[in-house]
């Protein structure tokens, strides 16, 4: 197989996903999600695939595409030899100042340096993982420039009214057909998490889980336009919900609530379906903005920390 650069850069940002987001073994590296995610087409994916087997990091699955192999010492060995992203809480912070209005609009990589020492290594890996989840991009010639993102408290609670117009009425779509496959494996998702794993996931891993949900059910409405409002909508909230202060014994019954809402649908159910999302985005709003306005004057919730969760 002969391998371009960009293969080669995309193989390194997999791996990066793989370790930050501490996947185990077997899980799925599903094309088009990671296309979605390093915005590419998934022809480079399924390349950068191939090269992550021969170095044994991913194997071809039972059901076709690929999943995590086994990671041992010497597969972690050859993570080693592309670069990781061990730099969670400089990025939180990042995310952090700039939901804030610490940061301005347009930014220049010394600045970055500077602020958050970091070596310029460390800062190009954190910055690759910032562009990749779109919140940042680089300009021509130089510097960098932040992407809009939700930051007042008004505009998030919007957010969540927006979602209850959509995601329920998506359900009820003429032309809805359920993908089971992907609802059975976001259902596994939903159970390993509610079985203790929530309390062990990063804050943005359990927002891809979540997210990740909310978007499978809405493609199954193949309404393009639902479909690109919720992603939107989930990109722009990203850094505040890395902010938020939900414990993870409330978020653990949120994932209760995402299994029997799967379960509706898994059974038929559109109608119960479309009423429970609706329940549930009432209850999460409410959660979610009550703790964004616990404490008075700031227009941003407390810090991220290792129990905040998003849905």
Sequence with gaps: MQTTPLTQQLAAQIAD???????????????????DLFRVSRSPVRAALKLLEQSGIARPGDGGGYVIARLDAETFRALDHVPSYDDDQI???????????????RITENELLRRYKLTRGRLTHILRR??????????????????????????YEDSYRFRLLIEPAAILEPGFVLNRPALEHCRDQQQWLVDGAIFEVSNARLFELNSGLHETIIECSRNSFF????????????????????????????????????????????????EFMKKHLEELSTLKVRARSRRPGEPSAEPATSRSVSA
Aim: proline share 3%; charged share 35%; aromatic share 6%.
């Design 17 to 35: 996903y793989i370790r930050a987001e501490r996947l185990g073994e077997g899980e799925r590296l599903v094309e088009r999600r990671l296309g």
């Design 130 to 155: 910032m562009a990749n989840e779109g919140w940042i991009e680089r300009l021509p010639g130089h510097g960098w420039e932040f992407l809009p993102v939700l930051t007042s408290l008004q505009a």
């Design 91 to 105: 990025y939180l912070d990042i995310a952090d100042d700039r939901v804030s209005g610490n940061l301005p609009d």
């Design 227 to 274: 479909i690109d409002a919720l992603k939107r909508i989930d990109r722009l909230r990203r850094l505040i919900d890395y902010r938020q202060m939900l414990e993870r014994d409330s978020a653990r019954h949120r994932c209760r609530e995402h299994l029997e809402l799967i379960d509706l649908l898994l059974a038929g159910k559109r109608f119960e379906a479309a």
